[in-house]
């Protein structure tokens, strides 16, 4: 195994490994799972706090998918491999922050 190969897989595993465990907590999550760093969500805020913790904790498991295949599709094609990993960094963040506001919408309370 070359060095670039063991590099790009405990990088890039890393992360990929730690957006699961992000999708796994927020699914097994009491209180409301928060998006952005520093925040929360109050349960007041939400009408149905699993279902919203459940939605989080999917779409983090979603957006580590990408990440998990480029990973190991980087042992075969690593130009491939960069390729999706940065739309997963670019255009997949973007499409996380507008999954999160819909969850977000889907279960906040109204007043």
Known sequence: M??????WLICVGGCALTFT?????AYRRKEPMWFWSGSTVRREELTDVEAYNHANGIMWGVYSIPHWISTFLFIWYPEAAATL???ACTAGLVVLIFVYRWIYQKY????
Do not use: S
């Not at 070359?2 to 590099?7: E, I, T, W």
């Not at 465990?21 to 907590?25: A, D, E, L, N, V």
């Not at 906040?108 to 007043?111: L, N, T, V």
């Open 2 to 7: 070359n060095g670039g190969l063991l590099v």
């Open 21 to 25: 465990g992000i999708g796994i907590y």
């Open 85 to 87: 990993l940065v739309l």
């Open 108 to 111: 906040k309370r109204e007043y």
